[in-house]
């Protein structure tokens, strides 16, 4: 059964600062990798979507990168910003089996202005 | 564009009842997917759909039934609720695959 763990489980940083969010499964065998963001009591919003055969996206300041073979992702937000505060969740497309996402349990971002 | 809808945004319901979720999308995505997020558990995945008349169970699909009669409409019923089942309730859609989803604003289900 596919695991996927986040840490930190939460993270506190000023503003300005880059940071990287770390995201890992235990089965290699994905179709793609993707990162949301969850700010509390609304749903999930999509930020990056990485097919197994790449190594990472970019979206503004944000920047994921996907090592399938070592079961890793990481996401990097450049130059923080208080409106960044949201937890973040990482969630694997699992090759055969059920269709649907398995997600990390996610980390909770403060951003101190 | 209205994306996915899902209603009720709230609900309370008592032990025993049965409730429908509703989810509407309007971009005509081939699947749906329901999900529930629980504290220490995070999201995990109900039932999901390919297509109109084709479901499939996901990871802790006990306790519910879905029907996909339109493309555009996946409810989720709970046939007799229970205190278990209080959980927030996403609905999700993706146009094909190796696209990524998108998730509607969910559902507070509580169940006394």
């Known amino acids: 059964k596919q695991e996927v763990t986040q840490i930190p489980a939460a993270l506190s940083v000023p503003e300005g600062e880059n940071l990287v969010l770390n995201c890992s499964f235990t089965?290699?065998?994905?179709?793609?990798l993707q990162w949301f963001r969850q700010d509390p009591g609304k749903g999930l919003t999509s930020l990056l979507l990485?097919?197994?055969?790449?190594r990472e996206q970019t979206s503004g300041r944000l920047n994921a990168s996907l090592d399938k073979s070592s079961g890793r992702s990481t996401l990097y937000i450049a130059a923080s910003q208080p409106g960044d505060s949201a937890t973040y969740l990482c969630?694997?497309?699992?090759?055969?089996?059920?269709?649907?996402?398995?997600f990390g349990k996610g980390t909770h971002l403060i951003i101190q202005p | 564009d209205a994306g996915i809808t899902q209603s009720p945004r709230y609900k309370i319901t008592e032990t025993g009842r049965q409730v429908t979720l509703m989810c509407h999308q309007t971009?005509?995505?081939?699947?749906m997917f329901w999900y529930r997020q629980d504290l220490g558990h995070g999201l995990r995945l109900i039932y999901y759909?390919?297509?109109?008349?084709?479901?499939d169970k996901g990871e802790v699909p006990d306790g519910y039934v879905v029907s996909r009669s339109k493309t555009e409409n996946f409810p989720l019923t709970l046939e007799s609720a229970t205190r278990s089942q209080t959980s927030v309730y996403f609905c999700?859609?993706?146009?094909?695959?190796?696209?990524?989803?998108?998730f509607g604003p969910g559902t507070r289900l509580t169940v006394t």
């Open positions: 999700a859609s993706r146009y094909k695959t190796g696209d990524e989803q998108y």
């Open positions: 089965d290699s065998a994905i179709y793609n």
């Open positions: 990485i097919q197994s055969s790449q």
């Open positions: 969630a694997v497309r699992v090759e055969g089996g059920a269709d649907g996402l398995t």
């Open positions: 971009w005509s995505h081939s699947y």
């Open positions: 759909s390919a297509a109109a008349d084709i479901t």
